[in-house]
């Protein structure tokens, strides 16, 4: 079936260090985004892309960055993280002009 | 931007009894209004919408309703099952649905 997937799905590191989560997707979808999830915080925007050529900030931008290496592929990366990134990170995939998002299964990053 | 609130964070029924989760929207361009439910350790998924020109929408036991002069929308569950147990999340979105901002979630649980 077709799917998003997440690479990790859990990762440790250090304040400091770069990091990169990666998503794919086989939906054959053009819009990807990628979304922070806090407790009690709901979920947030980071960063979207319409196409490979397009990268918009999200709600939440600061501290990250993008980059979709084709249609089905979109990372998000830390450059310097800090402990307060520490959260669940999910990918998620539409096609325009339609309504739904569907979400990847989740990457749990802790930043010690 | 956009701003949504969700009440209440955590909502506690019996088995069969119904369920209300509210949500405002500040935004009065937004036209699209998504409910996802997410389930412990899992990804969110969607499970009913409703556009602007629709007041009221159904399925099987869930149904949505919209109050534009208001800016508020809400999810009603009927005869609620330990399934749906769940946290539930209310968005909104304008400008052709290309972006979601989400409400920060209700935990629903179900005694049996």
């Known amino acids: 079936d077709a799917d998003v997937t997440q690479t990790p799905r859990n990762r440790i590191t250090k304040t400091g260090k770069r990091i990169m989560l990666e998503c794919s997707q086989t939906k054959g979808h053009d819009r990807m985004y990628w979304y922070r999830q806090d407790p009690g915080l709901g979920l947030r925007l980071i960063y979207y892309s319409f196409d490979v050529k397009d990268i918009n900030k999200g709600e939440i931008s600061d501290g990250y960055s993008v980059s979709r290496q084709a249609q089905a592929k979109f990372s998000l990366s830390l450059e310097s993280a800090i402990p307060n990134q520490t959260a669940l990170y999910f990918c998620?995939?539409?096609?325009?002009?339609?309504?739904?998002?569907?979400f990847g299964p989740g990457t749990r990053l802790t930043v010690l | 931007g956009e701003n949504v609130e969700q009440h209440p964070s955590t909502l506690s029924v019996q088995e069969g009894d119904s369920a209300v989760i509210k949500c405002t929207y500040s935004?009065?361009?937004?036209?699209?209004f998504p409910w996802y439910k997410q389930e412990l350790g899992k990804r969110p998924q969607l499970i009913i919408d409703?556009?602007?020109?629709?007041g009221e929408k159904k399925d099987q036991r869930i149904a949505v309703t919209l109050n534009k002069t208001a800016k508020h929308f809400s999810l009603h569950i009927t005869e609620t099952q330990p399934e749906d147990s769940a946290v539930y999340f209310c968005?909104?979105?304008?400008?052709?649905?290309?972006?979601?901002?989400f409400g920060k979630g209700t935990m629903l649980l179900v005694s049996p």
């Open positions: 409703i556009r602007s020109n629709v």
């Open positions: 998620a995939t539409r096609q325009g002009g339609y309504n739904e998002q569907f």
């Open positions: 968005a909104a979105s304008n400008s052709g649905y290309s972006t979601l901002t």
């Open positions: 935004d009065s361009a937004s036209n699209y």
